[in-house]
């Protein structure tokens, strides 16, 4: 070989090294430029994971988790003719003007930005295509993004050339607006739709596309929730662009620049707190890998209407309650609530409030009280007197059984001595259980659950969904009374063996799961009810009684004496006469015998 290049010319000597040389230097070039470039087939790889969706039963949005990624930002990737035609004008005359008619790479465009840049005036529009700025964004790792070197902006440009031959412009400008960082942690146009303006993209105004379009060369800087000027300065910039390529006319563009606009109170609101955070536990247990790597679409049994109605209601009644009426009852230091309702023939919770205000770290209003262990006070009484008229048992009773409501003194399980009595100190002598309930006496209450034995009730109770009564090997009689703690939600659970005939439900926060695909993974199917707690004869003679305001008179008399035994001062300042209206259907009631057992 060495003999035969001597042979040679001087001239082909010189042929055949700097053919040597190009060579060398064309495999040096190739392994500079395409070695470990990402191949195309990668763009979904590192697409913004999409986050996971949180609706009420009726379609509103009430959260969006963020996804677990690097950027740990909201993303919701939507249909580009979902995207406004004035949102994708805006970018594209802002991006990348020339964006229809060049193969990925607009060399006139480069040259324009480095002429400006070299010329010290102001880039308008970067020297990158959109279809370069996606390559760099979803096949490039970070690392390589941050580099301000000409090898990236070559790699940059190969990556936009094999893109273009294998997606349409349609494509890349939706892969664009998609994944592109709007600040804010939004990621793409839906989220920065909802971060900025609390609406979804499809309802953008054309003001809220150029203000929106205007963030992407420096989303930090053109801030409008925390640097409105310069966002607006950004906006004006944007229209200007539109208005010289053609997609606006001047007046347009004017009126546009005028536009007011309102801005969301906060980035991405949240609704029924408590609520979601329950769905999100529930979410957490059953597909933890897919909810904050795939993207869910979650729709929740609650109805936003109920929820916010229970809001107002609860803040409402807080109020009266401190802040009484002149010359009505103490003011009271009440600064807490919560509400359960659920639906008692499905379990379908449709509203949960566990505090009056969620962000208010004075009454600790992150803690959901309706899953917290509370006393529950008289609530209890159904269950013992559901025990007692057990159609099964030994010796039922019925609402019209004859109980003494009379000063009783108990053994306990320990052998203790307790003798409960009844709000506002009255007795009531001779009662028919049903006043007895009706009216939340505590005397007859104890009576009955000594009848039947606490670790009957328990177990009713139990079974029913009071499940932390079981576990509770201290309780004794006084439980009929609340004394024994329980969650909210297992009460109005339980609570619905009355008005279904006596049936266990459980309760359901979640109606559907999907994918981001459009996969089901859940749907809640609505089946019979099998589980029976109770006779149906019982649950209905529970649901009457409790119905029932001829036999809650007794009660409402006692909650008056109370009452004004507050506001008068002891027991020597009270007026012990019923109400004449009172009194007058009491008479009526009793055939003209009056009221007797007055202590």
């Known amino acids: ?171 890349i400008l939706a892969l664009y607006l998609n994944q592109s960082y709007f600040g804010n942690l939004a990621y793409g146009i839906e989220a920065a739709a909802q971060a900025y303006f609390g609406k979804s993209a499809p309802d953008l105004s054309l003001a809220e596309c150029a203000l929106l379009a205007g963030l992407l060369q420096s989303p930090a800087v053109y801030d409008p929730l925390t640097n409105l000027e310069a966002a607006k300065d950004r906006q004006a910039v944007v229209l200007n662009l ?10 347009t563009a004017e009126l546009a620049r005028n536009d007011e606009l309102q801005f969301a109170a906060s980035p991405f609101p949240i609704e029924a707190p408590h609520f979601v955070m329950a769905v999100i536990k529930q979410l957490e247990r059953d ?41 009505g009852r103490q003011p009271a230091n009440a600064n807490n609530a919560a509400v359960v309702a659920l639906d008692p023939y499905t379990g379908q919770v449709l509203t ?40 099964t048992g030994p010796d039922p009773w019925t609402p019209a059984t004859m109980i003494l409501d009379v000063e009783t003194p108990f053994v306990t399980r320990r052998l203790e001595s307790y003798t409960p009595a009844n709000f506002g100190l009255v007795e009531h002598g001779p009662v028919l259980i049903r006043e007895a309930l009706a ?69 359901v926060f979640i109606l559907k799961v999907t994918d981001r695909g459009g996969q089901v993974l859940y749907e809640w199917q609505n089946r019979p009810l099998t589980q029976r707690v109770i006779d149906e004869r019982v649950a209905f003679l529970i649901t009457d009684i409790l119905s029932d305001d001829e036999a809650r008179i007794q009660g409402l008399w006692a909650a008056q004496r109370a009452q004004h035994r507050a506001t008068r001062g002891g027991e020597n300042g009270h007026d012990h006469r019923l109400p004449r209206q009172l009194d007058r259907r009491l008479h009526a009631e009793s055939g003209g015998r009056g009221v007797g057992g007055q202590r």
């Open 1 to 171: 070989m060495l003999k035969r290049f001597r042979a040679l010319k001087r001239w082909q000597k010189l042929g055949v090294i700097a053919a040597a040389l190009g060579a060398v230097f064309a495999v040096t070039m190739y392994a500079w430029l395409f070695a470990d470039l990402p191949s195309i087939d990668q763009i979904h790889a590192g697409m913004t994971l999409p986050s996971t969706r949180i609706y009420d039963r009726n379609g509103t949005l009430l959260y969006e988790i963020l996804a677990d990624s690097e950027t740990g930002g909201r993303n919701t990737a939507i249909p580009l003719e979902s995207i406004p035609q004035h949102c994708r004008d805006a970018v594209i005359a802002t991006e990348d003007a020339n964006f229809y008619n060049h193969p990925g790479v607009d060399v006139v465009g480069i040259a324009r930005a480095l002429w400006i840049n070299v010329s010290g005036g102001e880039v308008l529009a970067g020297g990158s295509t959109i279809t370069q700025q996606v390559a760099r964004t979803l096949l490039l790792d970070p690392q390589q993004r941050a580099e301000r070197s000409l090898r990236r902006k070559l790699r940059e440009s190969i990556l936009a050339l094999r893109l273009q031959t294998a997606y349409s412009k349609a494509d």
């Open 242 to 251: 539109m208005v010289q390529y053609g997609y606006l006319d001047a007046a």
């Open 287 to 327: 597909y933890p890998d897919a909810l904050y790597r795939d993207g869910l679409d979650v729709i929740t049994t609650v109805d936003l209407d109920w929820q916010r109605a229970a809001e107002r209601i609860v803040n409402r009644q807080l109020d009266g309650l401190n802040h009484p009426a002149a010359g």
């Open 352 to 391: 949960l409030l566990g505090s009056p205000d969620y962000f208010d770290e004075a009454i600790d209003g992150a803690v959901n009280a309706a899953l917290a262990n509370r006393q529950p006070g008289s609530t209890l009484k159904p269950f013992t007197y559901a025990a007692a008229f057990d159609p």
């Open 439 to 507: 009216s939340s006496m505590n005397i007859p209450a104890v009576v009955t659950l000594e009848h039947v034995g606490v670790s009957t009730m328990i177990e009713l109770a139990a079974n029913a969904g009071l499940t932390t009564l079981s576990g509770n090997t201290n309780l004794d009689l006084s439980v009929t009374l609340g004394g024994g703690e329980i969650r909210l939600l297992d009460l109005v659970q339980a609570y619905s063996i009355f008005p279904n005939g006596g049936y266990h439900i459980d309760p």
